[in-house]
């Protein structure tokens, strides 16, 4: 059940909502969408346009029709395969340093992400852009920022061999993990056959971070059915998000990963970072400046915000949004409300042992942390 009236906005929030109908026309002008963007944000403008007309008829079904849905549990086919991959997205000795793992980046005792503006690479070097988080990110239409990667096994070979990240070569981390006889031995297992190679590595990593989902937030209890999973307050920023056109981008089970962009459709925003987005990779200028459409789940965890990592907080980052995205000013007490909803999106994150790790050989390269 859709909870009735007294969660609706009033007579206020239906002018609002109009106001927000006249930005969203101008903003689908500007939105381009794969297949299934286009079909969440289509429920989303149908929901918005019943707003303005009066109100939504309070309807019965278990899985609440929304422009969002629940994230799923993970299925693992391949449980050694996964083992394999977790071990090797925390072990250190991939990278040039000897010290920086996947984790360092995208720590799971943190939302999967390091919580700074840009990550610390090799030699202390500072990143490009901010490190999102590798949670639910097995959902994303494509991987990083710009979505370079089509998938997460081609994106695990990105950071091993990126001088600004592990500095390592393919080559050297396959020999690295060959020169030690218990990983030899454990990718022989899981592939059945003899021999290591990158292909293998990051479909090792790759199947581990599939298994790194978050279902079980506030909000999909809510999704489900369960009235009292969300408190009236939550329950109001949802109806907020959802009537001023936040879902037109953020829908779908990740609030976004689904489509890319622009960052400042009805205002500019001048970012502190070079970062093109997505023109970088199809070399298109109408591509300038979109950036895939980063998952809202978990953001509670995934601190600071946007690809520069400029905003700092919940609540800076919503004002921005509301602004330069639909063209709206919210109130201090609706900001928080929307603050408050999508602190509903933290899911039980994934209980992770740490792994141990089979010791270098007399053989292993040694790292070179200071070069
Ligand atoms: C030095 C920090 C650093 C390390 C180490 C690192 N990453 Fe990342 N990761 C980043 C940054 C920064 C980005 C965003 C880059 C971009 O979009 O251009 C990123 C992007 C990603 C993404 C894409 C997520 C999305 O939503 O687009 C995934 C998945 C990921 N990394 C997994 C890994 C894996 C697996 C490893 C280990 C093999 C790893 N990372 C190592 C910093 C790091
Ligand atoms: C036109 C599409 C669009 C609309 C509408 C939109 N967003 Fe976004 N949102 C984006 C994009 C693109 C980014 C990433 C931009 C960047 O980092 O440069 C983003 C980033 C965010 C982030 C930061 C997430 C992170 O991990 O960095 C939050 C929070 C957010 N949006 C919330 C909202 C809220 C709340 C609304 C409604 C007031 C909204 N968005 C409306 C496209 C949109």
Redesign the pocket.
Known sequence: MIRPRASMPGLSGMRVAAGALMNLKK?KK??TMNATSRLFAAAAFSVLAACSEGGQTPRSSSLRSEPVAPVAAARVDDPELVELGRKLYFDPRLSKSGFISCNSCHNLSMGGSDNLKSSIGHNWSKGPI?A??VLNSSMNLAQF?DGRAKDLQEQAGGPIANPGEMAFTHKLAVDMLLSIPAYVDEFREVFGAEGIDIKKVTKAIAAFEETLVTPGSRFDFWLKGDDRALSAEELEGYQL?KS???T???NGPLF?GNS????G?IEP?S?KSPAE?RSAVTGRDADR????????RN?EL?Y?????GE?ET?TE??EV??RI??G?T?SESDNRK?VAF?KTLTGKQPEIMLPLLPPSSDSTPRPTPFE
């Open positions: 903003l500007h939105i901010n999102p988080t920022w998000f001023s056109g936040c037109a981008c953020h976004g890319y962009q622009k960052m459709v925003y970012a987005g400046f979109n950036f895939k459409v980063p998952t809202l953001v995934t600071p915000y946007f690809h520069d905003a919940l980052a919503v949004m509301g995205q639909l709206r919210y929307i999508l």
